[in-house]
């Protein structure tokens, strides 16, 4: 699904103070579905190959929804193609697979942690459902990191070029980290966790919709460090 | 897509209190999708037959995005059937041809209203995928009003039965409204919609993000008289 953001326009599309606020935005819209799905047990079996047969050894249910999904959100023998400005430099720079690897493996067991790791056969669709709209919401705040590193780039060109040049990716790294962002990032994520996973109608006597820490915890070791990566790599192949 | 209640164990799924509980986790879920949806404009040209030329005269792109979405999501060609216990009276109230009518003519334009209510053709696929979500959350919240019926039915036989063979719609509209129950539930509606729609991080500095009172209104003119109506209807077929 596209972001918010208006991309048929570049300079809107590269100006940080707008590229900020969407990923902002994204935080709540990740929050959101991820809320959703945890009201679901864990339901392991659809992220396993054959778990549930569906008719393709390879393919586990999770899989066969989010292709299926992805086919029928992509609208392809429908609209016509968009024209878009080449706003981004081209590259293939796409890290769904690990991405959807630390999903299934740290992200999801972890934040079911606190309500259910169990199985319930008459939620696996529904499971299976959120999973692919919490994995889409993930996987486009990570690939956001290309605007953010084009509209660096192109802020600091000089710096960037002789980086990019010496193939210096620690050093990139080092360029794009704002370690006093990141802290103030996982403060409010964490703030916004608890808001949204509370009924402020009964407050604190409420059990949480979701575990907030595991929030923070998704951002810290996954969300920002993949970004960093999309980050690195997409300036290396400009 | 199913709701959380356990629907395999009969006497939870009649359980008055549990029924209360996850018509006030809905309500939450309904909010999360609407506030999704209205980061785009209206597009009304996504609800007009042939507005978007998807190759069918009488077909919308929403309604092609719903069939499509309800067909990928029921699994049914996949999933063996699950085997429910009988809890509803075999029945055949439906008020989805309503609820689409009135979200794409009044809830919809009203929620809408404060952000834009023009046309992004970037964002089509995006706001009708959202639109599904935000409709199959009303529609599965109405619908459970056969739930509250069967439970109230088995609560109150006698005078339910009466009720029913009098043919009594009138009656059996009094008997299950609750002014103050009523009351309570637009007032808790405000306070979840303001909390959901505000970034705890920035407070009332934002702009919210959908109007707390669109939400409200959908509640009061458009959900709970539906929801009685399927109430009602329920009854009559028992």
């Known amino acids: 699904m596209d972001a918010a953001i208006d991309l048929s326009d570049a300079s809107k599309a590269l100006d940080l103070a707008n590229i900020r606020f969407q990923l902002i935005r994204l935080e709540d819209t990740i929050i959101f579905h991820l809320i959703e799905r945890v009201q679901f047990p864990l339901n392991q079996t659809i992220h396993v190959a054959c778990g549930v047969d569906i008719g393709e050894p390879t393919t586990s249910l999770f899989d066969w929804m989010l292709r299926e999904q992805e086919r029928l959100q992509s609208l392809e023998p429908i609209l016509k193609p968009l024209h878009y400005p080449q706003i981004l430099h081209p590259n293939t720079v796409n890290v769904n697979a690990q991405l959807k690897d630390c999903y299934i493996k740290h992200i999801l067991p972890a934040a079911c942690m606190q309500t259910d790791r169990g199985e319930s056969q008459e939620n696996y669709g529904s499971s299976a459902t959120c999973?692919?709209?919490?994995?889409?919401?993930?996987?486009?705040?990570?690939?956001?990191?290309?605007?953010?590193?084009?509209?660096?780039?192109?802020?600091?060109?000089?710096?960037?070029?002789?980086?990019?040049k010496d193939e210096d990716r620690k050093g990139i790294d080092e360029a794009i980290t704002n370690a006093a962002v990141e802290k103030k990032v996982l403060e409010r994520l964490k703030l916004k966790a608890k808001t949204y996973a509370t009924d402020p109608d009964l407050g604190a006597n409420e059990s949480s919709k979701v575990n907030a820490d595991a929030v923070v915890v998704m951002y810290k070791d996954w969300v920002i460090p993949r970004t960093k990566e999309v980050e690195v790599e997409y300036l290396m192949q400009r």
């Open 131 to 164: 999973d692919v709209m919490t994995i889409q919401s993930l996987s486009r705040r990570i690939h956001f990191g290309k605007f953010v590193a084009e509209a660096k780039f192109q802020q600091e060109m000089d710096r960037s070029v002789k980086l990019i």
